[in-house]
């Protein structure tokens, strides 16, 4: 079984920072990708960012050069800066976990962790 557990999320002024983390743990044997979806009231849950455990990093449109992802090995971070109101949601930490169990990629979701950016 695999645990992601985010933290970091809160409330922050317009043009300040926040940095959400997500710490995975269980029985892993490898993961893939690990990344940021976010969710705001009344619309679908949309990608953030994503990063491969290669390096390869991407990102949406609207986050590019404002918003930072990270990872090692099992933690992937999420680095804001310059948050605008628009970027109030609740973030989701994503990821693509090989267990030893079953030797299958499967994606697992965190909990969330809401972000409210206010103006």
């Known amino acids: 079984q695999v645990q992601l557990v985010e933290s970091g999320g809160g409330l922050v002024q317009a043009g300040g920072s926040l940095q959400l983390s997500c710490a995975a743990s269980?029985?892993?044997?490898?993961?893939?990708?690990m990344g940021w979806y976010r969710q705001a009231p009344g619309k679908q849950r949309e990608l953030v960012a994503t990063?491969?455990?290669?390096?390869v990093t991407n990102y949406a449109d609207s986050v590019r050069g404002r918003l930072t992802i990270s990872r090692n090995k099992k933690t992937v971070y999420l680095q804001m800066n310059s948050l605008k109101p628009e970027d109030a949601a609740v973030y989701y930490c994503?990821?693509?976990?090989?267990?030893?169990?079953?030797?299958?990629?499967?994606?697992?979701w965190g909990q969330g962790t809401q972000v409210t950016v206010s103006s």
């Open positions: 994503n990821t693509e976990v090989v267990t030893y169990a079953t030797h299958i990629p499967r994606i697992y």
């Open positions: 269980g029985n892993i044997e490898s993961i893939n990708v």
């Open positions: 990063a491969t455990n290669s390096g």
